[in-house]
């Protein structure tokens, strides 16, 4: 049942760790409820202390009957009225031992979901580059849902146990012997139990990849629906599903058949174990050691005694399941960063001053992207990055904004090393529009208010009014208020691009960062866009990946890059007039695009 049979797929982060280190780290979620499980182990007790009680109470009920020469009737009428008051109350203790399980188990998890989604918020973005989103969610809710499933069982051991003790007490009562035989024949169930421990973890670890590559293939599918139905590949995505539901399909089964035959097993020793006990018990009564009616009465309460036996050494084959989940979710939590800081210092009000220092940078042994790079951008400059793909812009974009660690040299934000910083502190300063513009579930105002919450209605509409005196916003349903859908996808991409660029007004940050979008809009849109994009550069340093010839031109200077090297810079005018590798690209993509952009507006006046 190995990985590479089951065709799962295993994380780069995942780690082992010891049954001790687990039941430690447990142990610590667990320590700050104690007052509630101490409250549920005190309900456990008494259940499983009326539990033991009940069959000797009826034992000596029916004997004191039955031996009775008078008040027959009154003594059975008691006997029943005991047997239901023991009833109810154990339903009372049952329901609130039950309640305060689901409470203790409920923060339990709380605990562990929050630092779960805590350490995925934190790490750095080439963690989310090796890992699929779906399995990384799978291991945040299937996973802490399994662990509160199986954990149940904790709070059954101490039952169990003490119904153990609390039955052999009794049977050393009716004959000491035998108890001990018993006691001798017990730990055969814990050695079986234990020889499933390796099969049981392995097979519930396979199982909860499993899902998780299950929940990858649903989040794939659902969030590339409208690719798939652009290339009508609904049903190829439905095949891959299939595929992987059905590898799904079989690990589980296994795993199922491997925790089936825990009960079965344990069940046959114990019976093999009652057929001993009632060899020698039959023996000691034809010798007189035990009479018949003891004999009798030591097999009854040996069938109770094996029923909790039988649970605590399985108990720990079961447990697997809960030791795999919490395996899975403590790799994700200690997952080392690739991002280190060396400190933690506030960062004071930037003015913008970025400088490369002999940079070197790669994303892989072989992936060198930046190596010995240099570059110097000023408070309040703006700088457009041109080039080929693969010539480093985006990576020069990801240092700058702390997304991904350098192997070399340095960076300086204002004279600070960038290492040095308070991440949380040193983005709120940094404005990011990415590529293709996101949005979050909500309005179009909540989505301008996202990085400012406390903005007032009053300031977002101010603001939104700044981008071409806001007549963009009367082009949508309900204005302000419009739901944008998932992902924004009940606006068109340059409504998504404005929204976008009023949010980054809206920070007011001191260092903006954009990685201009490509897709085709209209020219009236695409005039409010370049108005707004002013706005944002007007006084405040800026890198901008150029798409647009009008974004280039209105930079204050512009770097062409090749194979992570500066090969020219200067204005669009003064390369243009050196005739090198920036009029080349000019010439053959920006010419071309200002030529379409041109006869679109044409095109537009002579339709108006």
């Known amino acids: 049942m190995t990985l590479l049979r089951t065709g799962l797929t295993n994380e780069t982060y995942d780690?082992?760790?010891t049954n001790r280190a687990l039941f430690a780290r447990i142990a610590s979620y667990f320590r700050p409820q104690m007052r509630q499980l101490a409250g549920v182990m005190l309900l456990v007790s008494a259940l499983s202390l009326s539990g033991a009680l009940l069959p000797v109470l009826m034992a000596q009920g029916i004997y004191a009957v039955t031996s009775a020469a008078a008040n027959r009737t009154a003594l059975a009428a008691a006997l029943?009225?005991?047997?239901?008051a023991i009833g109810v109350l154990n339903w009372g203790i049952n329901w609130a031992r039950r309640m305060l399980t689901a409470r203790?188990?409920?923060?339990v998890v709380l605990a562990m979901r929050v630092d779960a989604f805590r350490a995925v918020m934190n790490h750095d973005m080439s963690f989310f580059d090796k890992n699929q989103s779906g399995r990384i969610v799978s291991r945040v809710t299937t996973d802490t849902d399994e662990f509160s499933r199986v954990a149940v069982l904790i709070t059954e051991v101490g039952a169990q146990l003490?119904?153990?003790i609390l039955l052999l007490i009794y049977l050393c009562t009716i004959n000491w012997q035998l108890t001990l035989l018993l006691v001798l024949l017990a730990p055969v169930a814990i050695l079986v139990a234990l020889t499933f421990q390796r099969w049981a973890r392995r097979a519930t670890r396979t199982s909860q990849q499993a899902v998780a590559d299950v929940n990858a293939s649903i989040q794939e599918a659902v969030t590339g629906i409208r690719v798939a139905k652009n290339f009508r590949?609904?049903?190829?995505i439905y095949d891959e599903f299939l595929g992987v539901n059905d590898r799904s399909y079989t690990v589980h089964v296994r795993r199922g058949f491997v925790l089936a035959l825990i009960f079965p097993t344990l069940q046959f020793f114990a019976g093999i174990g009652t057929a001993v006990l009632l060899y020698a018990g039959g023996d000691y009564t034809y010798l007189g050691i035990i009479t018949a009616g003891a004999w009798f009465l030591f097999m009854n309460s040996v069938n109770l005694f094996w029923f909790p036996m039988i649970n605590l050494a399985a108990f720990w084959s079961q447990f697997q399941g809960a030791l795999s989940a919490t395996e899975r979710i403590f790799a994700l939590i200690d997952a080392e960063p690739a991002v280190i800081q060396h400190h933690g210092q506030?960062?004071?009000?930037?003015?913008?001053?970025?400088?490369?220092?002999?940079?070197?940078?790669?994303?892989?042994?072989?992936?060198?992207?930046?190596?010995?790079?240099s570059l110097h951008i000023r408070p309040g400059e703006s700088v457009a990055l041109v080039g080929h793909t693969g010539a480093g812009k985006s990576s020069i974009i990801k240092l700058v904004t702390r997304f991904y660690e350098f192997q070399g040299g340095a960076l300086l934000i204002d004279g600070h090393d960038i290492r040095s910083f308070d991440l949380r502190a040193y983005r709120r300063q940094l404005g990011i529009v990415s590529q293709t513009p996101?949005?979050?579930?909500g309005t179009v105002a909540d989505n301008i208010r996202y990085a400012t919450p406390d903005l007032s209605d009053d300031a977002i509409v101010q603001i939104a009014r700044q981008i071409g005196g806001g007549e963009w916003i009367d082009t949508l349903p309900e204005g302000l208020q419009t739901d944008v859908g998932e992902r924004g996808s009940r606006l068109s991409m340059g409504q998504r691009q404005l929204v976008v660029l009023a949010r980054m007004l809206a920070q007011n940050p001191a260092i903006f960062i954009l990685d201009e979008a490509t897709a085709s809009v209209d020219p009236f849109t695409e005039s409010q866009i370049q108005a707004a994009l002013q706005l944002i550069l007007q006084q405040r340093?800026?890198?901008?990946?150029?798409?647009?010839?009008?974004?280039?031109?209105a930079a204050d200077r512009i770097l062409v890059l090749e194979h992570g090297h500066i090969i020219e810079e200067g204005s669009h005018d003064v390369l243009m007039a050196h005739s090198g590798h920036y009029a080349s690209l000019y010439e053959t993509y920006f010419r071309h695009q200002s030529l379409e952009f041109l006869e679109s507006r044409r095109r537009s006046a002579a339709t108006a």
């Open 80 to 84: 029943v009225a005991l047997v239901i």
């Open 346 to 373: 506030a960062v004071p009000s930037l003015s913008g001053d970025i400088r490369f220092d002999q940079v070197d940078f790669r994303y892989g042994e072989k992936e060198q992207v930046l190596s010995d790079f």
């Open 233 to 236: 590949r609904e049903q190829g």
């Open 162 to 164: 003490l119904l153990v």
């Open 15 to 17: 780690r082992g760790y």
């Open 541 to 553: 340093t800026s890198i901008v990946i150029a798409h647009r010839l009008s974004t280039v031109k």
């Open 438 to 441: 996101f949005l979050f579930s």
């Open 104 to 107: 203790l188990l409920g923060n």
